[in-house]
Nanobody
């Protein structure tokens, strides 16, 4: 069974950091393109980061603050989030798909096949 499981969310003060993990089972993440998405209450889902075989990309809202990385030995992708702001509060999801994405398609969830269950990130003092 192909499965993605996110972890690492929590409550953090503005300016703080969190590292989210996305662990895969049933398939090898190295062969897949990964997207991180988030959805805040009452808002549409937003793509925030993408990792292909040789490229990473970020939404303007997180560029310079978030970093996506991959540990193939652990079959896990990470999202390091620094300088967190209250507007980063959302449920964060990782997603995977075999087909590489280009341009704005990297941040559109409809083009991803496998999804995790999400992890809550709350940025508040």
């Amino acid at each position: 069974q192909l499965q993605l499981v996110e972890s690492g969310g929590g409550l953090v003060q503005p300016g703080g950091s969190l590292r989210l993990s996305c662990a895969a089972s049933g398939f090898t993440l190295d062969y897949y393109n990964i997207g991180w998405f988030r959805q805040a209450p009452g808002k549409e889902r937003e793509g925030v980061s993408y990792m292909g075989s040789r490229i990473t990309d970020y939404a303007d809202s997180v560029k310079g603050r978030f970093t996506i990385s991959r540990d193939n030995a652990k079959n896990t992708v990470y999202l390091q989030m620094n300088s967190l702001k209250p507007e980063d509060t959302a449920v964060y999801y990782c997603a995977a798909d075999r087909i590489p994405k280009y341009g704005s398609f990297r941040f559109q969830g409809n083009f991803y096949t496998y999804w995790g269950q999400g992890t809550q990130v709350t940025v508040s003092s």
